[in-house]
């Protein structure tokens, strides 16, 4: 009987991978037009034993743009109207988007359902044990706070789940998932090198160490 549960632990583990994800990101907050201005580099490390031809995207600050999307119909669902008659001020959303793909134009889609998602098509398949670097500009518009997690109240910022990041790929597939009201974020692990440029009056509560004031 020790003999089997070891042998299906350790086929268990053989099964198991996880991507990486690195991020390099300069932004900078405009606190007038209650903007971010942005561009990301990514280096996605394809760990899993497959071959890779497409990667989907979360650009969850598009969550706040209409009343199409998922969260906005859970809002409904749960007997709050606040999005559903917001205002274009108070809405918000990311554009500005150009993928390349190493320096390569690539062709990208949005979800059919869900605007908060897109599909990049590599240019080639993203062999397994190999990595690439996407890189994107985005702008977002910061929505007003009382909707969910990413707003503002006046010129007070709470700023997350603002960049356009990879779905996880794992042993069961892709996971492309838009943004909720609800729980935690299923995302790839990485590392983050991030440069925040603020006005001067402005004081940043983030996690990470602090490289220069």
């Given amino acids: 009987l020790n003999l089997l549960i070891l042998i299906s632990v350790e086929i268990s583990a053989q099964d198991y991978f996880q991507q990486q994800v690195n991020y390099n990101i300069n932004v900078e907050l405009d606190d007038k037009n209650h903007t971010l201005k942005a561009i990301e580099h990514i280096d996605y490390f394809n760990n899993s034993p497959n071959d890779l031809e497409f990667i989907w995207f979360h650009l969850w600050p598009n969550a706040y743009k209409n009343n199409t999307t998922a969260l906005a119909k859970q809002k409904i669902e749960d007997g709050n109207t606040k999005l559903h008659f917001a205002t274009e001020e108070e809405r918000g959303y990311i554009n500005g988007l150009d993928f390349k793909v190493n320096g390569e134009i690539v062709k990208w889609d949005y979800h059919p359902e869900h605007i908060d998602i897109c599909k990049l098509f590599l240019n080639k398949p993203l062999r397994a044990g190999q990595s690439i670097r996407i890189s994107t500009p985005f702008f977002v518009k910061i929505p007003n706070a009382k ?54 009056n402005y004081t940043i509560g983030s996690t990470g160490d602090l490289q220069n004031q």
Avoid: C
């Fill in 147 to 200: 909707f969910s997690r990413l707003g503002h109240v006046g010129q007070s910022y709470m700023i997350t789940q603002w960049y356009p990041k990879p779905a996880v790929y794992d042993k069961n597939g892709w996971h492309p998932i838009p943004y909720l009201d609800q729980g935690e974020f299923y995302s790839e692990f990485g590392n983050f090198d991030v440069r925040i440029t603020l006005p001067s």
